[in-house]
């Protein structure tokens, strides 16, 4: 039985809370919750490299001052966030990208992050979400509010 607490976000959703200047937005109030609850993150070593090059690239197209770029990931380090990489992940990713026909294995890193450690996936990939929702219950889409 899952109970679900743990969460396993991807690197978009970290990487719109560490975009986002608003301290009362919707993502900043997930985050709050999770933190508040302290349900433990995991996430494969490949968010950061993710996170890194989000920011990298707003910065290269001038959406992000570039001092920011070095905030930006000091502040993703200090999410807490377990770092999960070995040969057994890397064979259950490629399975989950084969099994929902997925273009690269990168989002079933996630995928079996969240399943090894029986956690809410957390994303804003509404492609991915609808690759695999129906039948991976513990897929989360995150929708920010219409403001």
């Not at 200047?21 to 933190?35: E, G």
Request: with cysteine; proline share 5%.
């Amino acid at each position: 039985m899952n109970n679900f607490l743990t969460i396993c976000p991807d690197a978009n959703l970290v990487a719109r809370l560490l975009l986002n200047d608003n301290p009362d937005a919707d993502i900043v109030s997930l985050w709050k919750v999770w933190h508040t609850a302290q349900y433990p993150l995991v996430a494969p070593t490949l968010i950061f490299y993710e996170v890194s090059n989000v920011l990298h690239q707003y910065a290269r197209h001038g959406r992000l001052p570039v001092e920011d770029v070095e905030t930006g990931l000091q502040l993703a380090h200090r999410l807490n966030i377990k770092l999960i990489g070995d040969i057994f992940l890397h064979r259950r990713a490629i399975a989950m990208a084969r099994q929902w026909r997925l273009p690269a294995t990168y989002d079933a890193h996630y995928l079996a992050v969240a399943e090894r450690y029986q956690a809410q996936f957390w994303t804003t990939d509404k492609r991915l979400v609808s690759a695999v929702g129906a039948d991976l219950n513990w897929v989360n889409l995150w929708l920010a509010a219409p403001e």
